[in-house]
């Protein structure tokens, strides 16, 4: 025994002079087939290549001349029932393979764990088997069984275990590109298996991404239990895990994986559970971050404690900004790592910003005792976070828990807020009504009596929904609409009062998208108000507005424009047409291309520039409004230079009432911006007019409004025009989660917010991409709106031209195909220009030039035919059809 050992000795001594390729061929040579000399040798070499036993105990060395050459020894050998197909991977306890069983009984895969070589300590076959009496005793959903267990013809320990088809779960994450919620959801699993563990007194030791793998259907499997250990009925490790031999200088050191190592175990301390849970902040911080918390620039015991124990790592919010990447990676790394988890720059930090941090570096603390008491802890931590509630993490302050209310409540809170600017607006209109004359004291009273009634009905609906009025009743907006409706219904010995609770409730459902919802109780408003004042009154024309307002978004605009005609005329006929309250409609129905038409909202639009301007003169801020009408039309009827004077005026007046820092003046910029851009007339300026006004908008309206949607997807595009696709990305993907975070996904803007990304990706040219965000879109437009929405088939057309740039021609075909149908179905015979020339395009690119040339033409016909000859996207349609004569020219 002694020769032999020698003899190991003498050639791992050898073997370590060499460089590594040198190294296989040596050993092949002086072993002489003798594999379990060579499995010895390779042992004691991966012990030595890792950064002493504080590294990896299975060690990365896949792709390493030395796991081949063991892994050739290995194939095709029998272990116990099962026999050897390929290599897992290999460490300094021993090594894992891929096996089948092979005795005939039925077919399984699975891996084995196989000690290295029977030249071991009696303290190494004492681990090997601790590991596999540890595995035994776990039965976990998320934890890998073993299945068998023994010795080796020689005398070898192995055990058996369920193969686990998967991927650590970084690589699974950034693969699937999982949002920072979905990774925070997968991490729950994680936690309950270490939970699993602790309750059965393991304590893992070893929690990094590779020992935590996961299938394709999403499932955690936390495995590699190779230096766990059983604790004493004190929670502290029982007992030591005896280093291997000839390794004197680490005695005194744990095994253990130095980035993911904690304080305790770098020191030689007592392992408790606390420093799983610290393994798990740090599989946390990566897992959102992108990076490890540590920056390890050495391997000796010396650096290692300076770098855990002693210097302190940026929380993760912390980590993404400029002054963090200097120390890890640089911007394209962080643009990577953004596109991994589905969003941008800016909202990965203030995603991580604030509780996840707080969360994170609690895990992480340099104290057991300041830690998570335990990983169910750490778990509902993290579940308290996904809901928007407090976290225990975090200080309880008061400010803090009303945050969390705010955050966990947005649509409640919305919806109170639009409620009571809808009710503040009521009761000024109703205040300026009752001061026109002093003989109308009587009808103001009335009206005032009204107004406090209708306060008095709202106020009740949120008391109701006060937790100190109704203890632990987390009342959600539908609840809320739902209480409010049926008090409405109650009120029918007020039909006023009915009428205008109807109209506020229809209001806030159209806010919300819930369009058929609004367009029922909103006719309910105006049937009740037509019985109450007749269909002359001024009220009832009011609340056609309003319902006209829901069908135009719900997409039936037939219904939308008889009711706008029908209120602009009892409008006029009351006030006359130079009246604020005719000008208001006409500008309402007037927005609406497709209820209207493109000349008839030409004509609304000038008129109720040419009404304000007789109202109220050039200078007043209803007159900027309707330059800023005015200009649109321009902007679409292919006048850039005269879009860009009506924007410029718009733009000065507001300045000159409302001052240069505020959210109007950032508007007219955007759509002057908008002009420069879509005809290419000057960049340069288009560029510095975005970055002017979204800098106004940031510091008046804070980075998650609305209003900031507009001027992120046209910078976007144009940074995307110029090339700088990484940065378009970021906006595209910027106004998307801002989207997300005031509508939530299942609401129209964000479809919206999801189809300009994928236009965004179009133009950057990677179609499939933009396909699956395309698809993604559609769904939402099915789900809200049904199959038969007009803004259905506006999606299928973009999806269908993506579909195109794939050369799926069969699917683009049957999509627009449909969308044409749904078209028709909507506006009549001589509609769908654009899917018409969609087609067009289709057959061009197959090479079916005259049909295609059949299909342009046909669209301009269309396009003629209905009045908007002067379109922009008429005069686009134009060159490509002269460019397609030309090429068949």
Not at 426 to 435: E, L, M, P, R, S
Not at 490 to 507: S, T, Y
């Amino acid at each position: 025994m002694k020769s032999r050992w020698n003899k190991i000795k003498r050639i791992f001594s050898e073997a370590l002079m060499l460089e590594k390729d040198d190294r296989a061929r040596y050993l092949d040579k002086i072993c002489e087939g003798d594999s379990e000399l060579m499995g010895e040798v390779l042992s004691l070499l991966d012990s030595h290549e890792v950064p002493g036993t504080l590294d990896q105990p299975m060690h990365n060395l896949r792709m390493s001349a030395i796991s081949l050459a063991r892994s050739n020894l290995m194939l095709g050998r029998m272990i116990g029932k099962y026999k050897i197909i390929n290599d897992l991977g290999h460490g300094g306890m021993g090594s894992v393979y891929l096996a089948e069983r092979a005795d005939g009984e039925y077919v399984q895969r699975t891996a084995v764990k196989l000690q290295h070589s029977p030249f071991v300590s009696e303290s190494q076959v004492k681990a090997f088997k601790s590991e596999r009496q540890i595995l035994a005793s776990l039965e976990h959903d998320h934890i890998a069984r073993i299945l068998d267990g023994g010795l080796t013809d020689h005398g070898q320990p192995y055990y058996v275990m369920e193969f686990v088809d998967g991927k650590p779960i970084d690589e699974y994450c950034d693969e699937k590109r999982l949002t920072v919620h979905e990774r925070l959801e997968l991490f729950q699993d994680v936690c309950s298996a270490v939970q699993y563990a602790h309750r059965k007194l393991v304590v893992h030791r070893d929690l990094k991404p590779s020992n935590i793998l996961v299938t394709n259907e999403g499932s955690v499997k936390l495995l590699d239990f190779g230096i766990a250990k059983v604790l004493g009925n004190g929670g502290e490790l029982t007992g030591g895990t005896p280093l291997p031999d000839l390794q004197p200088e680490w005695q005194g050191f744990q095994p253990l994986t130095p980035s993911y190592a904690s304080p305790e175990q770098v020191r030689g301390e007592t392992i408790t559970t606390a420093s799983d849970i610290y393994q798990l902040g740090v599989v946390l911080y990566e897992l959102l971050v992108g990076f490890q918390p540590y920056k390890l620039e050495g391997d000796s015991p010396e650096e290692l404690e300076r770098t855990i124990c002693d210097s302190e790592p940026l929380c993760p919010g912390k980590r993404l900004t400029q002054s963090g990447l200097s120390r890890l990676a640089s911007t394209s790394d962080l643009l990577q790592i953004c596109e991994a988890r589905d969003t941008a720059v800016s909202q990965l930090r203030r995603q991580l910003r604030g509780d996840v941090d707080a969360i994170v570096m609690k895990a992480m603390q340099k104290e057991p005792d300041c830690r998570y008491d335990s990983a169910e802890q750490l778990a509902t931590d993290i579940r308290r976070y996904l809901a928007k509630k407090p976290v225990l993490a975090h200080p309880q302050t008061k400010l803090y828990r009303a945050e969390k209310y705010i955050r966990r409540n947005p649509v409640e809170i919305t919806a109170a807020v639009l409620v009571f600017i809808l009710l503040a607006a009521y009761i000024i209109t109703i205040t300026w009504h009752t001061q026109i004359t002093h003989a109308a004291l009587d009808e103001a009273q009335r009206e005032a009596d009204k107004s406090a009634q209708v306060v008095e009905f709202m106020l009740g609906m949120f008391r109701a929904g006060d937790p100190r009025v109704n203890p632990g009743d987390q009342i959600t907006v539908r609840e809320l609409l739902e209480r409010g409706l049926g008090e409405a219904n109650r009120l029918d010995n007020q039909p006023e009062l009915q009428a205008n609770m109807f109209n506020v409730i229809g209001k806030v459902y159209t806010s919300l998208g819930r369009y058929h919802d609004a367009v029922e109780i909103l006719e309910k408003a105006v049937d009740i108000q037509r019985g109450f004042s007749g269909d002359t009154g001024t009220e009832t024309a009011r609340y056609m507005n309003d319902l006209a307002v829901a069908l135009t978004r719900q997409g039936i605009y037939q219904e939308a424009y008889s009711l706008y005609t029908e209120s602009l005329d009892i409008l006029i006929s009351q006030y006359g047409e130079k009246h604020p309250e005719v000008a208001n409609t006409m500008a309402l129905m007037g927005s609406w291309i497709p209820v209207t038409g493109f000349e008839e909202s030409t004509r609304l639009r000038y008129k109720v520039l040419e009404i304000r301007i007789a109202l109220y003169g050039e200078n007043h801020l209803l007159t900027a409004d309707a330059y800023m009408r005015v200009g649109q039309i321009e902007r679409s009827r292919a006048n850039p230079e005269k879009a860009i004077h009506l924007f410029g005026k718009a733009m000065e007046i507001r300045k000159n009432e409302l001052g240069p820092v505020h959210p109007d003046v950032a508007e007219s910029m955007i759509f002057m911006a908008d002009v420069y851009r879509l005809y290419n007339m000057d960049p340069v300026k288009s560029e510095k007019l975005y970055r002017e006004a979204l800098a106004i908008q940031d510091e008046v309206l804070g980075e998650v409004h609305v209003s900031r949607l507009h001027g992120l997807s046209g910078m976007a595009t144009l940074l995307s025009d110029k090339g700088d696709h990484a940065a378009a990305e970021e906006l595209y993907l910027e106004g998307l989660m801002i989207r997300r975070q005031i509508y939530g996904e299942q609401h129209p803007s964000t479809a919206e917010g999801i189809g300009h990304l994928a236009s965004g990706y179009s133009r950057m040219g990677d179609h499939e991409k933009a396909e699956y965000y395309l698809r993604k879109s559609l769904g939402i437009w099915e789900t809200l709106l049904g199959p038969d929405h007009i803004a259905v088939s506006g999606a299928m057309v973009s999806l269908g031209n993506t579909l195109v740039d794939r050369q799926k021609f069969d699917e683009a075909d049957s999509l627009f195909t449909r969308a044409l149908e749904i078209q028709t179905q909507h506006y009549g015979e001589n509609s769908g220009a654009l899917v018409i020339a969609a087609l067009g395009r289709l057959y061009q690119q197959r090479g079916d030039l005259d049909v295609a040339e059949q299909h342009l033409r046909e669209a301009v016909e269309l396009f003629e035919h209905t009045g908007s000859s002067e379109h922009f996207d008429v005069v686009r349609l134009r060159e490509k059809l002269e460019e397609l004569l030309v090429t068949r020219n």
